[in-house]
């Protein structure tokens, strides 16, 4: 079995390739100034964003293999597993583009470290990597320079907030930059919406309710093949819901036309839905439509 190595710190970070550590909570590495890697498979203790990554240092992710084309961002969250360098090819590789690493304890007291979970992207798959512009592209590597440049003037009372405030730049470009590419993708967004909707209808036309129960976000982003969390961002920028509320207001939909059958009991339709209790229904129920199930059936008819 492949052995799992535990990257926790920034020095260990900056072994695998050679590199000098700077400060101990952040490192900027040009990956094609530094000694060639070692193929490795990594837990990450550590936020990471790398740019413009060579096929020789093609990344697996789970049991899949991805080349990376120039101009590619990848965001890497915590708790993430992830090889670097093709288990086909030789032990060593020199890989090309840019990495920006740091520790969460980076962020404590700080403003982005209340918001570091509003960047979704960071627990995307690598196969939903964002494609940059050369634009985009040289903003991202802007940010690395300034961060570069401020760890190598040494730490000074100063050095924590411009680090901090230029991840946050680098983030927030990032943010914007994922908005457009689900902008310009958007053939291929519609045609998993159209998918996404399918499965919701053939799920409940299915015993799965029974069987499974109440469908998750988790359950449609496996059949997709997608990240929860990207397949959530993508059914927010389609509909304008949560892909948990559009599942709500589809149960809700089809809760409605069911009650109205008058040889079904309230119990019958929770059960066929999936809920485990009725009273879990018509909890829910009231929530969404402001009255229960029985009281909707009364004002329908």
């Not at 093609?58 to 080349?67: F, I, K, L, T, W």
């Not at 320079?145 to 901090?164: A, M, N, P, Y």
């Not at 590419?181 to 919406?193: A, E, K, P, W, Y």
């Not at 449609?220 to 892909?243: C, I, M, P, R, W």
Request: hydrophobic share 35%; charged share 25%; aromatic share 12%.
């Amino acid at each position: 079995m492949e052995t799992i190595v535990q990257i926790n710190q920034i020095s260990q970070a900056n072994d695998l390739v050679g590199k000098e550590t700077l400060h101990p909570l952040v490192t900027v590495i040009d990956f094609s100034k530094q000694q060639p890697m070692r193929r490795i498979k990594m837990m990450m203790g550590l936020y990471g964003v790398f740019m413009k990554v060579s096929k020789e240092s093609e990344v697996q992710y789970g049991r899949n293999s991805y080349d990376y084309q120039e101009g590619t961002l990848l965001a890497i969250g915590l708790g993430q597993v992830v090889g670097l360098g093709n288990p086909e090819l030789v032990e060593t590789f020199q890989p090309k583009g840019w990495g920006l690493m740091f520790h969460p304890d980076l962020l404590f007291g700080t403003p982005l470290a209340k918001r570091i979970q509003e960047y979704t992207f960071f627990s995307y798959s690598i196969r939903e990597a964002l494609h940059l512009s050369q634009q985009e592209r040289e903003l991202v590597l802007d940010c690395f320079l300034k961060i570069e440049q401020e760890l190598k003037r040494g730490i000074d009372k100063h050095s924590r907030t411009i680090i901090v405030s230029t991840i946050e730049l680098l983030l927030n470009y990032c943010s914007r930059f994922y908005d457009r590419q689900f902008i310009t993708r958007d053939s291929v967004h519609q045609g998993l919406m159209e998918r996404f909707v399918d499965f919701l209808n053939d799920y409940f036309q299915s015993d799965k309710p029974q069987s499974v129960g109440l469908p998750s976000v988790a359950y449609f982003a496996e059949q997709l093949h997608l990240s929860s969390n990207y397949f959530g961002d993508l059914v927010k920028k389609e509909t304008g819901k949560t892909a948990q509320e559009y599942i709500q207001w589809k149960i809700i939909e089809i809760a409605k036309e069911r009650i109205l059958d008058p040889n079904k009991t309230a119990s019958q339709v929770a059960y066929e839905l999936g809920f485990k209790y009725p009273q879990h229904f018509t909890r829910f129920f009231k929530q969404q439509i402001g009255m229960t199930p029985g009281e909707f059936r009364e004002r329908v008819n």
